[in-house]
């Protein structure tokens, strides 16, 4: 017999468990209020957002070995030296300064600056978004150990800057942590998924479609040419065009990279692929149940680049590359930074770290890099190995 999720997960500590049941009776507390159901996106907000307690507002380690998951710039430096390859020469080509949403335990910003002071390509500023007060904190220890001239180029925003921004915006694992909404197809029509209270917690149970989703999946199944079999599930994250849009109002000249793990519509949509791409992490484990553990595990679902190069295309961005991350390193040259490694051992560690980024069983496929331009002409050669725009 197969494991449940809830079997396979470490136990709670007494603090962990207070504070998901407290995030637990708010998100019980809106359930009530809407009726006894609350659509998936309002409770994926809920648990990851709401303040003080949901999983990106409070203190969990959430990065890095010890934490719930590892990303790629966690994996290695490599991954931040080759992103600063792609940022030199869009840096000389607008101007201006880099803007990182969401800079984790800030290993990339430190990877990134240092990799472009050798390269005699420091941008005027560093700025950092991050809705987590704790990562900001964690970045701010972290960054202040870099030499004077670079941690002297470091701010933390607010908010998004004002209209006129040049340089590169730079958003890893950002877009697949956007709430979505989630449906199931019954006698071929869309049901919206959502939550509703059970013993303990809650159940995920099915309601009439909001407007907003009936009219995207009948789009995107009109599109794919044909409506998705009997009992599909998936999601649709609505989200993401304001997101496109409010980055692109902001972006003067200069180019928005995009790294996450997702897939072209017609991928993301497969008939086959039907029980959707949503994802928890918690302790290094992935499942599939978003009702566990409520405040403590990440919720993510895969990003649809078409719809990311939609929105960029109704925001008046163009959309100048797209690949896997593996081509993307292999293009600024991973493999000779790997060679240029100062003794043998160096080599041999920065060639595993290599390996897990590039390889396809690893995070080289999976994971895939959109750049979103304003400016005629940029220079990408991160996109130079591979142009897969044709998918989109």
Not at 28 to 45: D, I, K, N, Q, T
Not at 367 to 381: D, E, S
Request: with cysteine; proline share 6%.
């Amino acid at each position: 017999m197969k494991a449940s999720p809830a079997q396979m997960l470490p136990a709670l500590s007494a603090a962990e468990a207070r504070h998901s049941e407290r995030l637990l009776a708010l998100i019980g507390e809106e359930v009530r209020a809407g009726g006894g159901w609350l659509p998936f996106e309002r409770y994926m907000e809920l648990a990851l957002y709401a303040p003080g307690l949901g999983y990106y507002s409070a203190g969990a380690h959430k990065l890095g070995a010890g934490g719930d998951f590892v990303t790629a710039p966690e994996v290695s430096d490599l991954f931040g030296r080759c992103v600063a390859r792609q940022c030199a020469p869009l840096l000389q080509a607008s101007g201006g300064d880099i803007l990182e949403l969401g800079a984790g335990t800030g290993r990339m910003a430190a990877s990134i600056l240092s990799e472009l002071a050798a390269l005699g390509a420091l941008p005027r500023r560093y700025q950092i978004l991050e809705v987590s007060a704790d990562l900001a904190e964690r970045q701010r220890v972290r960054l202040a150990g870099l030499p004077p001239e670079l941690c002297g180029r470091i701010e933390w925003l607010s908010a998004l800057p004002e209209p006129g921004f040049a340089g590169v915006m730079l958003a890893n694992e950002v877009a697949d942590a956007l709430p979505c909404r989630r449906f199931v197809v019954r006698g071929a029509a869309v049901h919206e998924l959502g939550v509703s209270l059970a013993e303990g917690g809650f159940a995920e149970t099915e309601g009439p479609p909001a407007p907003a989703l009936a009219h995207e999946c009948a789009r995107l199944f009109a599109g794919l040419g044909a409506s998705p079999p009997e009992g599909y599930v998936s999601e649709v994250c609505l989200r993401a065009d304001a997101w496109i849009a409010s980055l692109a109002a902001a972006l003067g000249q200069g180019a928005l990279l995009v790294f996450d793990y997702g897939l072209p519509r017609r991928h993301y949509y497969h008939p086959q692929r039907a029980t959707g791409t949503l994802r928890c992490h918690f302790r290094q484990r992935v499942h599939d149940d978003p009702y566990l553990n409520v405040g403590l595990q990440d919720i993510t679902a895969w990003v649809d680049f078409t719809r990311l190069a939609e929105s960029a295309d109704a925001a008046g961005l163009a959309v100048e590359g797209f690949s896997s991350q593996a081509a993307f390193l292999l293009g600024l040259g991973i493999e000779s930074l790997v060679a240029a490694a100062g003794t043998e051992l160096e080599r041999v560690r920065l060639a595993g770290e290599s390996r897990r980024l590039v390889m396809p069983e690893e995070m080289g496929e999976a994971f895939k890099v959109i750049a979103l331009t304003r400016g005629a002409a940029l220079p990408l050669p991160g996109f130079a190995l591979q142009d897969l725009r044709h998918l989109l």
